[in-house]
C-alpha cells in the first residue's frame, strides 16, 4: 500500500513540473518511478517525455511481488506487453486472469480493473490517450468500490504473441496488431536484432513510437547522409511518410519496442526491397510475413 501511494505522488510531481518536448528528435526515458528493489517505470512517450497527449509508452521492472496495488477504472485504454514474468488482472465481480511471458492484455477505458504481480516481471504499458494521475481514477486503499460516470461492464481480453518476423538476424514478435489480435488502429511488437544488419529503406503510412531498450538504433535519413543515434534508454517518433533505413551496428545487437498507428502492414511498410538487408537475407522472411496479414486481409472479408 506504500509503494502503491509513492507512485502515485512521485507520477503526479512529474506531471506537474516536467517540460520536455521533442515528439519528433530522439527522446531520453524519463524515469517516472523508482523504487529501489521494488520498482522502476521509465516512460519513453507521453505526458512527461514529450509532453504527447495522444500515446504514452513506459517501460515497467517489477523486482518482487506487489500484490496490494489500488483498483483503478482508468478513462485510457491500455495495452499491456508482459515481456517476462506474469501478470494478474482482477476486474468485475471476483474475476480474474493471468497474462503470463509472452502474452498481453487489453483494457478497455472505463474498465474497472487491479493489476497486481506476484514475481518479479517486465512489461510495456501503451495507454491512448497518454496516461495522467487525473484520468487513471485510482480508488482509496481498502475503501468501498467506487461507481464512476465514464466506467462500463467491459472485460480484458488477453492475447498470444505472435512471431511475425524470423529473420536470420532479427525477430519480432507482435503482442497486438492485425496478425495477433486483428487491431487495425495499432500494432506493438518486442523486436530482437543479434547483431550487425540494417533493414531497406522504408517510407510507412503509419506514424511509429519507437522504445529502444537495449544496444542502439541508427536510422538513417537523406540517402544516408545524415544518422539519427537512439541508444538504450532512449526513443524516436518518426511521423507517417519519413523516409528512413534502420541500422543496428552494435554486435551485442539491440531490443526494441516499434508502436504503429495505424497497424503496421507490410504494404503500409512501403519498403523498398535490397539486397543485404535483414529481411531480404531469406525470401522466407518477406513470404512469410505477407503470408500472415494475407489471412487477415481474408478474415476481414468473411
Request: glycine share 8%; proline share 8%; charged share 20%.
Amino acid at each position: 500500500q506504500p509503494v502503491a501511494k509513492f507512485v502515485k505522488f512521485t507520477y503526479c510531481i512529474y506531471h506537474i513540473t516536467s517540460k520536455h518536448s521533442m515528439p519528433s528528435s530522439v527522446i531520453a526515458g524519463v524515469d517516472v518511478v523508482t523504487i529501489p528493489g521494488t520498482l522502476t517505470i521509465k516512460e519513453y512517450h507521453g505526458g512527461v517525455s514529450t509532453k504527447d497527449s495522444k500515446l504514452s509508452a513506459v517501460h515497467e521492472t517489477v523486482c518482487c511481488p506487489s500484490n496490494e496495488n489500488p483498483w483503478r477504472c482508468p478513462e485510457f485504454t491500455e495495452y499491456l506487453l508482459v515481456i517476462r514474468g506474469e501478470t494478474r488482472v482482477e476486474y468485475g465481480d471476483d474475476k480474474a486472469v493471468v497474462v503470463r511471458t509472452g502474452h498481453g492484455v487489453y483494457l478497455p477505458a472505463g474498465c474497472r480493473v487491479r493489476v497486481t504481480y506476484p514475481g518479479p516481471a517486465e512489461l510495456i504499458a501503451i495507454c491512448l490517450p497518454s496516461f495522467s494521475p487525473e484520468t487513471e481514477h485510482r480508488e482509496a486503499d481498502g475503501g468501498t468500490p467506487m461507481a464512476h460516470e465514464h466506467g462500463t461492464d467491459s472485460a480484458p481480453t488477453v492475447v498470444s504473441s505472435v512471431d511475425v518476423v524470423d529473420a536470420p538476424a532479427r525477430t519480432s514478435t507482435e503482442y497486438f496488431g492485425r496478425v495477433s489480435s486483428n487491431d487495425s488502429g495499432l500494432s506493438a511488437c518486442v523486436a530482437t536484432v543479434d547483431g550487425p544488419c540494417r533493414e531497406a529503406w522504408q517510407r510507412p503510412a503509419f506514424a511509429e513510437w519507437v522504445l529502444v531498450l537495449k544496444g542502439v538504433l541508427h536510422l538513417e535519413h537523406d540517402e544516408g547522409t545524415a544518422t539519427t543515434v537512439v541508444p538504450a534508454g532512449a526513443g524516436v517518433y518518426l511521423a507517417a511518410g519519413e523516409r528512413v533505413r534502420w541500422v543496428w551496428p552494435s554486435a551485442e545487437g539491440c531490443v526494441y519496442v516499434p508502436i504503429c498507428m495505424p497497424a503496421f502492414t507490410p504494404d503500409g511498410c512501403r519498403r523498398e526491397p535490397e539486397e543485404g538487408s535483414a529481411k531480404d537475407a531469406d525470401p522466407a522472411t518477406m513470404a512469410g510475413l505477407h503470408k500472415l496479414h494475407g489471412r487477415c486481409d481474408n478474415d476481414d472479408t468473411k
